[in-house]
Nanobody, 125 residues
């Protein structure tokens, strides 16, 4: 069907930068919105940023100016550039997508809220 593969997480010092990637694969027809969410220990999952296929972006207030979301529609990939990282940015970052794809019988189907497995980001000195 469809698979979302995140990469780019890791350990970084405060003030550092990371770039996360999420590549969608499978019998994909199109992807509407793609986004990043994060879940800190003991907290609920929250929106970081999302982007439509036309490139319209939306950010959580605490990420504005530090994080930049972008996508490559030809590669079905979304990126998250994170700068000036803080310890409170620590968490598991999940990719999310609204995907139109072909099922096993090649009928179009839609996954409105599809998640990747997540990638850990740790900001610590």
């Amino acid at each position: 069907q469809v698979h979302l593969e995140e990469s780019g997480g890791g350990l970084v010092q405060p003030g550092g930068s990371l770039r996360l990637s999420c590549a969608a694969s499978g019998r994909i027809l199109s992807i509407n919105s793609m986004g990043w969410y994060r879940q800190a220990p003991g907290k609920q999952r929250e929106l970081v940023a999302d982007i439509t296929s036309a490139g319209t972006t939306n950010y959580a207030d605490s990420m504005k100016g530090r994080f930049t979301i972008s996508r490559d529609n030809a590669k079905n990939t979304v990126y998250l550039h994170m700068n000036s990282l803080k310890p409170e940015d620590t968490g598991v970052y999940y990719c999310n997508a609204d995907v139109l794809y072909y099922d096993d019988n090649y009928h179009p189907q839609r996954l409105y809220d599809y998640w990747g497995q997540g990638t850990q980001v740790t900001v610590s000195s």
